[in-house]
């Protein structure tokens, strides 16, 4: 595992892998509207890839596809070299929401997918257990959703998620409902978990930095039909320490090419006016 | 948390204590204001004739023979009427096809007045309790359906995916994120469903049938005894209000894991 986090992006196996990956749906009017075009790409072993690019650029429905919720009108999503068919027990996914259920203690949250699975029930407490230690949270094991504050709320969820002890952690811009400081921390504790356990994951992010700080490579899409139009390796050491990477001179280097090539000054300018017509 | 909560117990204090004050003041000018004002007794008779009113129909009328039939009949109504109405609303949410094939005529059915089916049930079954019951079991019905059906349809779709996630079979969805979301404003629908059962009795007891409290009612009319409607009316309440409480009871418990206020704010 420790040497997974050393050359986390030379690892040989592929977890992850979307082979020309299309969606389309049909719009209000019937007509058709290209999500995401020919999306192709792959995540090793043990890596972190984050993915950035303009609002409503399809970085969701890649997210879905992933999970085996929805289905590509053309192309694949693989797991472990396997064609994503359906929901998969070797990936999990985690959104902005925290998605607790509010008849449940925490530690029942936490046990909800494991308990589907139907993990034996010794099993699911004792997992349920060390995850909340892990994320100081023993002490509100039996306390319930509306009882804790969106960052312990946040981080129940990924309790939850990493319970059923996937193979690829999906995640849906997981952090961008919390207030600043707590991100920060939340971050740090992502980063931390998913390098000790050697976890693979796809990181959806509107947060520049999120991205760099976190990932061992970044990659950024186009509008839609959004496809990936730039691969950037993000070459900085300790990856497990998001917050001893924001002090690395490097990081403003990243975040200028990555704006650049987002065009951000360009793009807030016609969202704003899209507001003003809409 | 104890300095949040004292200006709101004292505000709960001053509440209960300006009820209280307006429930003295009422039951005062309900004894002295009809003698004040020079209204007859027989339109409104004073709070003491009620009572002593109460007392005779007790011993003479069998007023708790009549509460107690009234008080079956709302119960059986009620029960029936709200796991029929739940039973339903989850049938109609499971299946798309089979709502927009129904709605029309439950729609229909809802806007009727349910209590104009009571004469016909009567025809049908007789002056027995069984018309009464039926009556309560359609008024019941509608409320706690339109809000069962209406929980699942605004149940998050991103819970249901993620369920899915985790591989959870349909059955799976239903127990452990459907049912439970459901069960809120399941509530609400029982909570009316309790109050308009003892409306849908009353009406099925005033058209036909010699036992309850709305028979009591109209005897009481047709006798111009207006003491007895008062007592009728009275107990009638009681019957609901117990039924209400009774629903707000078992809510707390089921619904225990709700922060309190949500619950408290509808009583």
Not at chain 1, 57 to 64: F, I
């Amino acid at each position: 595992m420790s040497n997974v986090m050393s050359t986390p992006a030379a690892s040989s196996l592929t977890r992850l892998e979307y082979r020309a990956a299309t969606m389309r749906f049909a719009d209000r009017h019937g007509s058709a509207l290209t999500a995401v075009r020919d999306v192709s790409f792959s995540v090793g072993d043990g890596e972190i890839v984050s993915l950035i690019g303009p609002s409503g650029c399809g970085k969701s429905t890649l997210l879905n596809i992933g999970s085996g919720l929805t289905m590509p009108s053309d192309g694949a999503a693989l797991v472990d070299g396997e064609r994503v068919t359906g929901p998969n027990a070797h990936v999990a996914f985690m959104l902005q929401k925290d998605l607790l259920l509010p008849w449940r203690t925490i530690a029942e949250n936490v046990m909800f997918g494991v308990e589907i699975q139907k993990v034996p029930l010794s099993e699911r407490r004792g997992r349920a257990q060390s995850l909340l230690k892990k994320f100081n949270l023993a002490e509100f094991a039996a306390h319930y959703p509306h009882q804790l504050s969106g960052g312990m709320r946040q981080r129940v969820a990924l309790a939850r998620t990493l319970a059923v002890n996937p193979h690829v952690l999906l995640l849906d811009e997981p952090f961008s409902a919390v207030d600043a400081q707590t991100r920060i921390v939340l971050q740090r504790d992502l980063a931390r978990t998913l390098a000790e356990a050697g976890k693979t994951a796809l990181l959806i992010t509107h947060d520049l930095l999120e991205a760099v700080t976190l990932s061992d490579r970044v990659l950024v899409m186009s509008r839609r039909p959004g496809t990936i139009v730039e691969e950037i390796a993000i070459d900085m050491p300790r990856r497990d320490d998001p917050i001893a990477r924001r002090a690395d001179p490097k990081v403003n280097d990243y975040l200028a090419r990555l704006m650049d090539r987002l065009d951000i000054a360009h793009a807030s300018l016609e969202r704003e006016t899209a507001g003003d017509a809409g | 948390m104890s300095n949040s909560k004292n200006p709101r117990l004292s505000v709960l204090g001053k509440g209960a204590s300006a009820s209280l004050a307006l429930l003295v003041a009422f039951l005062a000018a309900w004894q002295w204001g009809p003698g004040l004002l020079g209204v007859p007794t027989f339109i409104v008779p004073p709070l003491s004739m009620v009572a002593r009113e109460f007392v005779y129909a007790w011993r003479v009328d069998h007023l708790l023979l009549h509460t107690g039939v009234t008080i079956a009949e709302v119960l059986a109504g009620f029960i029936l009427g709200s796991l029929l109405g739940a039973l339903v609303g989850y049938l109609l949410g499971m299946s798309r096809a089979a709502e927009l094939a129904l709605s029309p005529y439950i729609l229909a059915l809802q806007i009727a007045p349910k209590v104009a089916f009571a004469p016909l049930f009567i025809l049908w079954m007789g002056f027995t309790v069984y018309p009464k019951i039926l009556v309560a079991v359609l008024i019941v019905f509608f409320p706690v359906m339109v809000n069962v059906l209406t929980a699942l349809h605004t149940v998050d779709p991103d819970l249901v995916n993620l369920a899915r996630s985790f591989k959870a079979t349909r059955a799976q969805i239903f127990w452990k994120i459907e049912f439970p979301a459901s069960l809120p404003p399941m509530f609400a629908g029982l909570r009316i469903g309790a109050t308009l059962a003892v409306v849908g009795v009353v009406v099925g007891e005033l058209v036909g049938g010699n036992v309850g409290l709305g028979y009591l009612l109209s005897f009481g009319e047709g006798q111009a005894d207006t003491p007895l409607v008062f007592v009728s009316i009275v107990m009638l309440t009681a019957v609901g209000g117990i039924a209400y409480l009774g629903v707000i009871l078992v809510e707390r418990r089921v619904l225990h894991y709700l922060p309190s206020r949500s619950l408290s704010g509808n009583i």
